[in-house]
């Protein structure tokens, strides 16, 4: 057969499946996310976190960066039958894209608990002269500034908890995993900085804690990729156990399981 007919066919194929894969999707509305304007660059991720909700369980919002798009299903997992757990189809990515996205992310849900976190992108080094407008790029910790200051960070973080008090919902704050070294845009002391600042204001708010890590820095050389702050699948799963965990106190002491 001539080359350019099986191209023609497999393209054929490959559209009807696709176009199947979407309207399995949709029949399963509403789904997890409901308050997310996608974009092109995140449609590969939409399948993570399509998820039916269950309108007799209480909702879980997940706000964090690309750790918390790897503990996301485990979490799912360990709280199925308890609540709905949802998160943006996006990395939420530092403080500055979280004040930015916020409002857009709560939706109209009615949100039981919501958990988030942000720092590992704060702390980056980055470079944005001659990039798009609102965009960094990770660079060498020589070649550029952190994305977002420490007292920036401090200040943003309050703003976070000020807008994230208004939904009523009860709020966990997960602490910063761990930086090894080596790791190109990032300082591993940083974390302890960051980190610190965030409880301070976390304390200072009554937010509950999530330490995320402490439950990781001990295992850290075994389960994160080397040069790198993402972990393999162990090291996710202990992630998942702490989240889901930490999700699960104030829903029972709130009495809404």
Known sequence: MHKSIITFLATIVAIGGLASYRYASAREAPIAFQNVDREPEQNRSVAIFEAPVDSHLPSVLIIGDSISISYTLPVRQR???IANVIR???NCESTLT???KLDQWL???RWAVIHFNAGLHDLEHVQSENIAPGRQIMVPVEEGPRWVSLESYRLNLEKIVARLKKTGAKLVFATTTPVPAGAKSRVPEDVARYNEAALAVMREEG???DDLYSATVESANRFQKPLDVHFFQEGSDILADSVAASIKTPLTNSKML
């Open 79 to 81: 709280l199925e039958g």
């Open 88 to 90: 943006p189809v996006a």
């Open 98 to 100: 979280i004040l930015e």
């Open 107 to 109: 939706g109209q849900t």
């Open 207 to 209: 937010i509950q804690i």
